[in-house]
């Protein structure tokens, strides 16, 4: 053999003799370095071990350590909400309990199924907890998302009667533990029976006979499955899943939770599927004011309840009691606008003359009022009363704002840089065609409104003086050069909620085409009154409990659009006090902006006004009685056509005297506002018929208002302006920036074009 060959089978020897991981050379087999020496599969498997084991000692030491309460909670059963005036005295006391407990043999046993089948189908073969559910719970918790998640039955049970609505990781534990302990000792049906006692069901009913009194009027032991299936879809959300206060979200959402009780019904074998074809959703009585609730006390609760809402307290949370709430309303003003309803709308109704004053039956009024400054919510309307109207009308969502929006319109041109089709910037003094009916240029979706009466302004209108006549021709072509997607953005932006149905890019929005409340639109105004600061009216000043933070939400934020753009809007919408459809608010008393609106087949009208010191969103509906049916407000109290001029406007103004009388009224500061280069207009400023509705084009979609026999779809123009003033006629100079109101206050002043109809 060879020294090679011998070097060779040395080699070969070695490798056979080397230990396993000794190898130095790359790819030696076994070896590990770094941090693979510490995860081993042993060490893995030991750790895991470990961990569980540790997990299984601190659980029987929790399930010891923590005791099953012997007595209920007494906070859900014993104490009741205090709410105040912005001023510290009380308004209302609510929430005295209303709870009759009723034997499980009395609640008939399909409605015990429905409660079963849509909160936790397993509940006769769990031992009381959902581990999965449990899980996600906690993980929402320490996300601070809430404690929701798959409870069980005998976990809700054992917060509504031992615990409380507290969100904490600590609560969810010991409700966790306490539920193993109750289904060891308790009874299935017991466990039922102490849930359906325990829920709250909206309508200050605490307990299934309660909520079967609240909405049906009957007792637990005569509901119907169809009524048993709509209590358990509305107990997870009683204020907004009652249908008889429900908006369209809130309808919908309950309709599918529903069906899912049905559904789940059926999949576990409780429910013939033929007999489940035939169940239909049966609407509740309509609901009995809480005492205490008179007048608009009740809407102002309701207001309170939905702003904590947001702020993610419950209405379990609020209905256990405990809280002490004091509002930003103040008790002058709101008896100020509860007065100006009273004497300019209510009195001059007459909703028991069903047969000659039909429309008056239906006539529906609701407001808001806000300080600019603070963004405090000083006064609220919402409605005849509870007894009569048990939805606020101050913050129903169902009704579209019309040419209210116009100026968010214009605010967008302003803040983009927007440019008309020729190219020239768009601002107050730039020139539109005003003619009714012109299809507008530059969009994919046809599109052709007429202005109110059919008018023509002429090719040669200015925008302030479109914005002051409200002339839908201008805007529809202005929104197509912003841009609708712009113009979206720039709303919610100021404060308006995006809902199902926004047109998302249709010129039509233009119009004000999508859904909004007054107190969305005081958010928007509010903010161009504060220069462009962003303003979300907020009614609760302060809401106190010794076991629940409440943050209040920030009135007041950071710069939704420059001052600039702020501040020319505010200036051009005085022209529509001094000058345009909105003259009927106009007073020594104070300086204003505003902005009316009446909305397609006038089921609606609004004025939307400002001073310095106030905003005010007023808004009128046509509402079926019985019903959520929008119908036309053209005819009530005897008269015509019934826009955002007529009573919205005289509300407006007669509150905004007696609310501002003995303060020192100043004037708006648009000093930074820019009224753009004025233009020569081609021809003089007329508005004159169009020809014929034969000879003109037919509206180019669904959208399209109606032909010119029919109401307008927005408010519009109907007065000519007079030629010799000007489109951005500045607030008289005689008026002092800080003047007293009248003390005699004038009767509202005659409209400047007195042979055209009121607008």
Do not use: C
């Not at 113009?487 to 308006?496: D, F, H, I, R, Y």
């Amino acid at each position: 053999m060879g020294r090679a060959e011998a070097r060779k089978a040395q080699q070969q020897r070695g490798a056979l003799q080397a230990p396993s991981g000794s190898g130095k050379g790359k790819g030696s087999a076994g070896r590990r370095s770094g941090i693979g020496r510490f995860f081993t599969w042993k060490k893995i498997l030991g750790t895991f071990l470990l961990g569980t084991l540790l997990l299984m000692v601190a659980a029987v030491v929790l399930y010891f350590s923590v005791d099953e309460p012997t007595d209920p909670n007494k906070q859900a059963t014993q104490q009741s909400n205090t709410y105040k005036w912005a001023d510290g005295t009380v308004m209302a006391r609510v929430g005295e309990t209303n709870r009759s407990i009723v034997p499980i043999d009395k609640i008939p046993e399909d409605v015990q199924t429905a409660f079963i089948a849509i909160e936790n189908k397993s509940f006769y073969q769990d031992q009381g907890i959902d581990v999965m559910g449990v899980a996600r719970g906690l993980f929402n918790t320490v996300r601070g998302k809430g404690t929701a998640g798959g409870s069980t039955i005998t976990q809700q049970y054992v917060k509504n009667y031992y615990l409380t609505q507290d969100q904490s990781a600590t609560r969810k534990v010991r409700e966790l533990i306490i539920s193993l302990k109750v289904d060891q000792r308790m009874k299935k049906p017991e466990i039922l029976a102490g849930y359906l006692n325990t829920n709250f069901y909206g309508r200050n009913a605490y307990g299934i006979q309660a909520a079967a009194q609240a909405y049906y009027g009957v007792d637990a032991d005569k509901l119907t499955l169809e009524q048993g299936a709509y209590l358990a879809a509305v107990v997870q959300a009683p204020s907004q899943y009652d249908l008889a206060t429900a908006g369209p979200n809130g309808r919908r959402l309950v309709t599918i939770r529903f069906n899912a009780v049905l559904d789940n019904m059926v999949e576990m074998g409780k429910l013939d599927p033929a007999k489940r074809k035939t169940i239909q959703l049966q609407e509740p009585v309509k609901p009995r004011p809480t005492p205490g609730m008179d007048g608009q006390k009740g809407y102002l609760v309701q207001a309170a309840e939905a702003e904590m809402n947001r702020q993610h307290i419950t209405d379990a949370e609020i209905a256990a009691g405990g809280w002490e709430i004091t509002l930003n309303i103040d008790k002058k003003k709101q008896e100020a606008l509860e007065k100006a309803v009273q004497d300019e709308l209510e009195s001059k109704l007459d909703r028991k003359d069903t047969k000659n004053r039909p429309q008056d039956q239906s006539v529906q009024a609701g407001a808001t009022s806000v300080d600019a400054k603070t963004g405090a919510i000083v006064a609220m309307y919402g409605g005849q009363g509870l007894a009569e109207k048990s939805a606020s009308n101050a913050l129903r969502t169902d009704y579209q704002p019309g040419s209210t929006f116009k100026p968010v319109v214009l605010a967008s041109a302003l803040e983009t840089g927007a440019t008309t089709q020729s190219g020239k910037p768009i601002t107050p003094n730039a020139l539109y065609d005003g003619t009714s009916r012109r299809q507008v240029v530059g969009s994919k979706i046809p599109f052709n409104p007429q202005n109110q009466d059919d008018k023509d302004f002429g090719k040669d209108i200015t925008v302030q003086e479109a914005t002051n006549f409200s002339v839908n021709s201008v805007y529809a072509q202005m929104i197509v050069d912003v841009k609708p997607p712009a113009v979206k953005k720039t709303a919610l932006a100021l404060g308006m909620k995006d809902r199902e149905g926004w047109p998302e890019d249709k010129p039509a929005m233009s119009l004000g085409t999508m859904s909004a409340n007054t107190v969305e639109m005081a958010a928007v105004y509010a903010t161009l009154d504060n220069h462009g600061k962003k303003v979300t009216p907020t009614i609760i000043k302060t809401a106190e409990h010794k076991d629940r933070e409440y943050v209040p939400e920030a009135a007041v934020g950071s710069q939704a659009i420059s001052r600039q753009t702020a501040d020319t809007v505010t200036r051009v919408l005085t022209g529509v006090v001094n000058e345009g459809s909105g003259s009927k608010v106009k007073s020594s008393a104070y300086e204003a902006a505003g902005k009316t609106g009446t909305t397609e087949s006038n089921v609606a009208g609004w004025f939307t006004g400002y001073t310095p010191e106030l905003v005010t969103v007023v808004a009128m509906f046509g509402e079926e009685p019985g019903s959520h049916r929008q119908v036309t407000l053209t005819g009530t109290a005897g008269g015509g056509r019934a826009g955002g001029s007529s009573f919205p406007a005289e509300i407006w103004k007669a509150y905004t005297l007696a609310a501002l009388k003995g303060v020192q009224t100043g004037e708006f500061d648009t000093s930074e506002a820019e009224m753009g280069a004025v233009q020569a207009p081609s021809r003089s400023f007329s508005p004159t018929p169009t020809p014929s509705p034969s000879s003109a084009p037919p509206p180019a979609t669904s959208s399209s208002p109606p032909p010119p026999s029919s109401p307008d779809p927005t408010k519009s123009a109907t007065k000519s302006p007079d030629p010799t003033k000007s489109a951005t006629k500045s607030p008289d100079p005689t008026k002092s920036a800080t003047k007293s109101p009248d003390p005699s206050p004038r009767p509202p002043d005659p409209p400047l074009f007195p042979s055209q109809p009121d607008r």
